[in-house]
């Protein structure tokens, strides 16, 4: 019988430059195709993915002469560097290539030599005005300054001018042909809007193309003609086919060619959505799915960039917390397309309140009940309950919606839904109280149950987090007693209800640490004392209650203080305080210490729900005016939802609530 073939996932990075240390904006890149490949693997595909560096070029030149090196003991030199912390972040790629391989180089001169003979290259000579930085010619319209000098646009560095004898790639004959090609695949581009610019930047014409140098001696030659040498785009860009076999494994370039992406931050895009369909549509390629141009990294609200001092480097985040805090992080943040803004205080708050609280606590505390109530072993429970069973349907739902956001690379939003479904887990055992079933030995089965269903929910979440946060996902299912690990369970065969009573679980350890800001920050000295010069400024010490803050776990040891939560003035800032009038207050049915009310908030009514019924009466609470945080994300509380959160002080477990003492209007801003 014949073997059915796996459909093909062919994805890649763009080729890093040698010279530069990579960074988070790097690594976002990188992370981004790992978390896909290993998501399409899940989905059954035979999946390719590739990295390296980009070694040519004048830029390497100069690195290298400053340094009094050669440009290849350069590179070798420092390819460790990306190299090392790919291995740090946990990326599976197949195969890195550096453009320095000899395969390469030939694959290069091949494919020039083609195009040379069918006419599509041409010799002539060029004028005009070239950046060294971004290894790119200015386009003409670029105004001249004061002086008559001209300045790249992209990274704002002075352009020289270069004449030389040259040759050129027919580009104006593709225009055409790239234009019928974007209108037939609309997806080619990624996203959308960034489709249009590059469809209207053809549509405004396009000039054939200076593709080599006789100035540059760090390149591939040209054959035949080895005055010049190759432009470092042409170059790199062909790292795309020759990495996968073009000219030396041809068996595995006819299988994995054309890529299914091609993922690029948004500053080269025009390179991959213009010029490399030219150079592929000229040699009788076919052309790849999607080129997928994401945002930017910024710090301090510009693209973080080696030439302008502001560049993190991930090795200080990674030492204290392993890969997966930083995967999760730059996943769950922004959508891929927009600009992110990189701040040590929103890493933390992520890593202590997604990881460490949400999901890291739920294993912990499951685990650990498992194995003080049932010696570590998932005991044979009792039949489901309707409210049981709505864990397993909503993960089979949860699965198939998480695969499609997968599938179409909307990975913030995937893990949105997934921490949503954490959520309900947690929201399941604070209901079910499985530390008080516990107390009763007549409700065993019952207490099995309970946990059956928490550690399955458990396992279901680790598996989808698979692609983001591997590491973290094969140790719990490690913990779980699972002899299986994620990666070799298919998607469409992984099943809620495969975990099943008689396994041995575990202890677990801490999956994510808990980690406080001024630790953190001392590797990252400089940015430590700007964040704390903040809070001092802000004039407002550090909680000390125990309460939940934007920034858990966080400690400053200032002596006679225990614990506290620090947050900036600017995450403070971002809690919208209102002054309310309570217009109803009733009694929730079944929930001894909940109230639902119905306050005025000045611009609407709202109903919320508030542990205070041990405190106040229903009946003494109307009219009442108190302070309620309104933009607070609704949760629904014993089937209520609440809209808003009101803000007591806890007294041997009671709430007491600062009412105002005298008339103030519904709305008012607190501040
Ligand atoms: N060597 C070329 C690519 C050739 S591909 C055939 C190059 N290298 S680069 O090292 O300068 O950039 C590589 C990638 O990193 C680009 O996609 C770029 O957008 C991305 N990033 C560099 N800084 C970034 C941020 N601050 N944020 C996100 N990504 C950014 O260009």
Same mark, same amino acid.
């Given at each position: ?17 040698? =010279? ?10 990188? +992370? ?53 912390? *790919? ?41 005009? *005005? ?87 001696? *760090? ?28 000219? *030396? =494994? ?52 510009t693209k973080m960039s080696k030439s302008r001092g502001n560049v993190l480097d ?7 917390? !392993? ?17 992110? =803004?990189?701040?040590? /205080? ?29 010696? !570590?072993?998932?005991?044979?429970? /009792? ?28 990975? =913030?939003?995937a893990l949105e839904e997934i921490w949503s479904y954490i959520s309900d887990v ?49 140790? +719990? ?58 809070i001092e400024k802000a004039g407002r010490g550090p909680r000390i209650d125990g ?34 009038? +309570? ?89």
């Amino acid at each position: 019988m014949e073997k059915k073939s796996k459909p093909t996932f062919y994805i890649t990075t763009p080729i890093y430059y040698v =010279n530069d240390v990579p960074h988070i904006g790097h690594a976002y890149t990188t +992370i981004i195709a790992d978390a896909l490949t290993r998501f399409q693997k899940l989905a059954g595909k035979d999946v390719f993915f590739l990295t390296g560096t980009d070694e040519h070029g004048q830029k390497i030149e100069k690195a290298a002469a400053e340094k009094g090196l050669t440009p290849k003991a350069l590179a070798d030199a420092v390819v460790g560097r990306a190299q090392d912390l *790919w291995k740090a972040l946990n990326i599976s790629h197949d195969f890195f290539i550096r453009t320095t391989m000899d395969f390469h180089e030939r694959g290069v001169q091949k494919l020039f030599q083609r195009l040379l003979d069918q006419g599509d290259i041409y010799k002539g000579e060029y004028k005009g *005005w070239y950046c060294v930085s971004d290894e790119n010619f200015l386009a003409e319209d670029v105004p001249a300054d004061k002086e008559g000098g001209k300045a790249c646009p992209d990274c704002g560095k002075k352009a020289i001018v270069v004449s030389e004898e040259t040759y050129f790639f027919r580009l104006s004959a593709y225009q055409e042909k790239l234009l019928a090609h974007y209108a037939a695949h609309p997806g080619f581009v990624r996203p959308q809007s960034r489709m249009n610019e590059v469809a209207s930047f053809v549509r405004g014409g396009l000039k054939d193309l200076s593709i080599t140098r006789t100035t540059v001696k *760090w390149g591939v030659p040209v054959p035949g003609d080895p005055a010049h040498t190759i432009y470092v785009w042409f170059d790199a860009l062909h790292n795309y086919v020759t990495g996968i076999g073009y000219d *030396w =494994n041809m068996p595995l370039f006819e299988k994995f060619w054309p890529a299914t992406v091609h993922l690029v931050g948004k500053d080269i895009l025009r390179f991959h959505a213009v010029y490399w369909p030219a150079f592929l549509m000229a040699a009788g390629f076919a052309l790849p799915g999607t080129v997928f141009g994401h945002g930017w990294w910024l710090k301090d609200d510009t693209k973080m960039s080696k030439s302008r001092g502001n560049v993190l480097d991930p090795q200080a985040i990674l030492k204290t917390f !392993g890969p997966d805090p930083l995967r999760y992080f730059l996943l769950r943040e922004i959508p891929i397309g927009q600009d992110g =803004n990189f701040s040590h /205080e929103g890493f933390l708050h992520r890593v202590n309140s997604d990881l460490a609280n949400d999901l890291g606590n739920l294993v912990q505390r499951t685990l650990t009940m498992v194995r003080n109530y049932f010696g !570590g072993v998932i005991e044979d429970p /009792e039949a489901e309950s309707a409210k049981d069973g709505r864990l397993r349907t909503e993960f089979e739902a949860l699965k198939n919606r998480v695969f499609g956001l997968y599938d179409d690379s909307s990975l =913030n939003r995937a893990l949105e839904e997934i921490w949503s479904y954490i959520s309900d887990v947690n929201r399941y055992l604070a209901e079910e109280e499985p530390w008080i079933l516990a107390k009763d030995p007549g409700r065993r089965k019952r207490l099995a149950r309970v946990l059956l269903q928490a550690a399955a929910a458990i396992r279901g979440v680790s598996y989808l987090l698979f692609p983001v946060m591997p590491g973290s996902a094969e140790k +719990i299912w490690a913990f779980l007693g699972e002899e299986k690990k994620p990666a070799e369970i298919l998607y469409p065969e992984m099943r809620f209800d495969d975990f099943k009573p008689g396994r041995k679980t575990l202890a677990p350890e801490a999956l994510f640490p808990r980690v406080d800001l001024k630790t953190f920050l001392s590797e990252e000295i400089k940015v430590g004392e700007e964040v704390l010069a903040v809070i001092e400024k802000a004039g407002r010490g550090p909680r000390i209650d125990g309460g939940e803050s934007p920034v858990p776990g966080v400690e400053a040891k200032k002596e006679g203080m225990k614990s506290m939560d620090i947050i900036t003035y600017d995450e403070f800032k971002r809690m919208d305080l209102r002054v309310a009038h +309570i217009l109803k207050a009733e009694r929730i049915p079944g929930a001894t210490k909940l109230l639902k009310l119905e306050v005025d908030i000045g611009t609407e009514k709202r109903q919320m729900v508030a542990g205070i019924a041990e405190t106040y009466a229903p009946e003494d609470l109307v009219g009442k005016r108190l302070i309620v945080i309104v933009n607070l994300k609704p949760a629904v509380i014993r089937g209520v939802e609440s809209q808003a959160m009101l803000l007591a002080a806890v007294v041997d477990d009671k709430a007491l609530i600062p009412f105002f003492d005298r008339e103030v209007q519904a709305g008012a801003v607190v501040k």
